[in-house]
């Protein structure tokens, strides 16, 4: 897999950081990619099919009583809890995603899903090892980082270098000059995930091109209690590969006033990190077949890797369980769609959706039965709806459809270019889809940190979300017409 | 020292405990501690008295233009930018404390301040060394953790037992036939800082009397990025002195799943921690000398100690660096008041007033001549007023004062019994006196942690509580009348 995965790394890196654009419901730049404003007013659905839909309201309501009030109430929570509880973080390449895997394939089994199974993913196996770093000049203190993903270590002497920092990639070509034998600290501003995360995915890439040293990067959040946000990196061509890590936002502004106050400032950077060869993951999926179509698919999914710090349990445990949820829901309710509802949690998503990519390999030949793709990677709070990408008939569609989850007040339909981390390539090309859309907007507080534990879930907020998500995938699951595949507006 | 040491620590970390209990605006307890809701209708100052007050109006909006406009703007914030990111951390007994005070009196002398000069103070040398937790059962992950002060440490080992997870003191005393040999792990409530940090105070005492061998407090915070909080503890009379360390909401929210999961938790707990012999350091005290009644004091002050984690930013260079503000400014403006206006900055706060206890001591036949003690140790965010403990009249006077603060909007005044930290030893012996009263609704986010740095911190809303320090102190100190040191209402 050498070359061709140094390509797909290095192309769904570059992906995920446009993709995350997006991801963010809070971010300046957001507004702009809601490209299609049209309201419910503008579409002209049907009358049956608006009837149709309207018709699933019982079924939906025994849906979301059953969640948030039934039978199912704070299983989600429950379920995820135990997990998170039992393996903590899941990295790629560990043992303990592999043991994550058997236990959710395992338990699929057991509650009655069906078709259960595995589908064998190669995927990068990089550790951390030991890290540290340590401001040596003009005072010594520890300064918290934490290796970047695809990071290179440093010899166990470490790296002893004088500090450049820099405010932006502009920045540092102007100061390039000054940057050879440093270690590059960039002091980017927080704007939104996607415009900032530029700097963690390329950063040690670019100032390694100015004879950098080492480079570390701002977290990429809006907040910080001194907490340090790793995620993935990535060399590129021709580089040499100069180990990189986060560090806090608070010590990105203390550098950068050392600086400022123009005190030589030296800091002692020791990594352990590696890569070892590829191992074998899975994805992991499981159905409740179509009664009259069970070749058509819709799909709910998360991904059940995480980063090797905290507990995953928010990003992205909270949308692997509203998928087993939802999938165990309608089978504790008796509920069959016509076709086939699949949940699949993906591998390996957080080196460059890996899993994802190997499935749609794998199953080129299926994606014209694809008829709906849903993820939810962006977190599991409170719900208020979906983001939607795909043509104007499938919005209305889908805002029908949002309307009988009024009793959850979960009925938002904010439309996107592109949706999702692991179902961009399918909606990329056209394929409908969604991920949920939450009251969100501490989501990068927690991401990729120490800080991403079962504590940011919250139990009534999953029974809602595996509710929403029950709902939506069973009534697009059994409508009696496919969900248009239009070519996308704006 | 020794004995008569260890007897003011333990009276002392009671008494902080007790304090503490009205050093959070925001808790659920502190409406029914603030005795006098008497308004300003009620108040019955003779009218000379407040045409005599307003009259300062114009020399408060001249402290107030210098400072959020004019010649001081940004000083504040500046000045303790340069302070803590010199010196970082400052734990009593550390040369970096000591550090830290010559260049506070080396400052205020070059600033113009009169009587500058530090008073010896024997105070606590406790240390934290290497420290870790490590779960080992059910499996194998790092706690964070950090010491608390006093704490003594474990064997170079470490104490690897069995944990037993409590929420109060009395579900301590319902399973102490349990505890015997184990790891007694408090999850306690945060129901206000007061009412919860004396977990932290004394949840190790409790623990060793049922036998335990160590014991992990819960962090006293409402709000955790898997921070952990230090603090300061202190042991019974005639108990075994156990290792004690704070961990952080979310290792103590799953160490109770683990509990409640009916599983065997094991802890390996590894603490360096010890106590040196006392080192001597000093309080700072520095001057603006009365024109007509050089005796007779208006005190400003905040401590100069903080943890040995983050950069006491905020716990408490903010406090220090508004008084030195207040009298810098007033000395830049030419404002001498007829009584003397004196900061200080006390030392070794965080291990029980140490510092005030001293001065106290060496003071006694001066406390008649105390007109009015404040201190700022619970946050310098936007200033809001002061919190006043004090008779009536004195209430009178200060919201007459405090009116002069319209034009920053800082005209509050709380009462409350007890104000302060330092403080605490005057006030609560009917010296009039107030805390500077802040929007710190974040305050405990950050205390004691890693957290504490400069981004807490606002220039804008350094400024103004320059300002409203120095306008209060320099009118206090300037009136025709001494402030009536009366008894408290309530």
New interface residues.
């Given amino acids: 897999m050498g070359v061709c995965r140094n390509f797909i790394v290095l192309w769904t890196v570059a992906l995920s950081l446009m993709v995350c654009v997006v991801c963010n419901n809070n971010t300046e730049d957001n507004d702009s990619l809601i490209t299609n404003k049209k309201t419910l007013s503008e579409c002209n659905l049907p009358t049956e099919l608006k009837t149709e839909i309207a018709s699933y309201s019982s079924t939906v309501e025994k849906i979301i009583n059953a969640a948030v009030n039934g039978s199912f109430k704070g299983v989600t929570y429950r379920e995820l809890?135990?997990f998170v509880?039992?393996?903590?973080s899941r990295i790629s390449g560990s043992q303990n995603l592999e043991n994550a895997i058997d236990y959710m394939i395992n338990k699929s089994i057991t509650d009655g899903l069906e078709n259960v199974h595995g589908e064998d993913v190669q995927v990068p196996h990089w550790i951390r090892g030991f890290e540290s770093a340590t401001l040596v000049e003009?005072?010594n203190?520890s300064i918290?980082i934490l290796g970047l993903g695809n990071s290179v270590g440093t010899p166990p002497e470490g790296i002893l270098a004088e500090v450049l920092v820099v405010k932006s990639f502009d920045d540092l070509q102007s100061k390039a000059a000054q940057a050879k034998g440093k270690i590059v600290v960039y002091n980017q501003e927080f704007v939104s995930y996607g415009s900032s995360a530029v700097y963690r995915g390329k950063g040690a890439t670019e100032a390694s091109r100015v004879g950098a040293v080492a480079s570390l990067i701002r977290s990429i959040t809006p907040f910080?209690?001194?907490?340090p946000h790793t995620g993935v990196q990535s060399y590129g061509e021709n580089v040499t590969k100069i180990p990189t890590a986060c560090i806090t936002?608070?010590d990105a502004?203390?550098l950068q006033?050392?600086q400022d106050?123009g005190r030589t400032i030296k800091i002692l950077l020791k990594m352990e990190a590696q890569t070892l060869p590829d191992t074998t993951s899975r994805n992991v999926v499981a159905e409740i077949e179509g009664t009259e179509h069970p070749e058509k698919i819709v799909i709910v999914s998360g991904h059940i890797d995480s980063w090797d710090v905290?507990n995953g349990a928010m990003d992205d445990g909270g949308g692997v369980f509203v998928s087993w949820g939802a999938l165990a829901l309608l089978k504790s309710l008796g509920l069959k769609a016509k076709r086939t509802v699949r949940a699949i949690f993906w591998t390996a998503e957080e080196f460059g959706f890996v899993g994802a990519y190997q499935y749609a390999r794998d199953h080129a030949n299926d994606t014209d039965n694809f008829v709906f793709v849903m993820e939810s990677d962006i977190g599991t709070f409170n719900p208020v709806g979906l983001e939607y990408s795909g043509g104007t008939t499938g919005r209305c569609i889908v805002q029908e459809v949002m309307k009988l989850l009024a009793s959850i007040n979960a009925t938002g339909v904010r439309q996107s270019p592109s949706v999702g981390s692991d179902i961009y390539m399918w909606t990329s090309k056209g394929v409908p889809g969604a991920s949920l859309d939450t009251e969100n907007d501490k989501y990068f507080?927690?991401h990729h940190?120490?800080?991403d534990?079962?504590?940011v879930e919250n139990p009534d907020s999953l029974d809602k979300n595996t509710a929403l998500w029950a709902s939506v995938a069973y009534v697009l699951a059994d409508l009696s017409v496919d969900f248009p595949r239009e070519l996308m507006d704006g």
Avoid: C, K, M, Q
């Fill in positions: 809890s135990l509880d039992t393996f903590g003009p005072r203190v918290s910080s209690l001194n907490t936002l608070e502004h203390f006033r050392l106050e905290g507080w927690y940190s120490n800080a534990t079962l504590d």
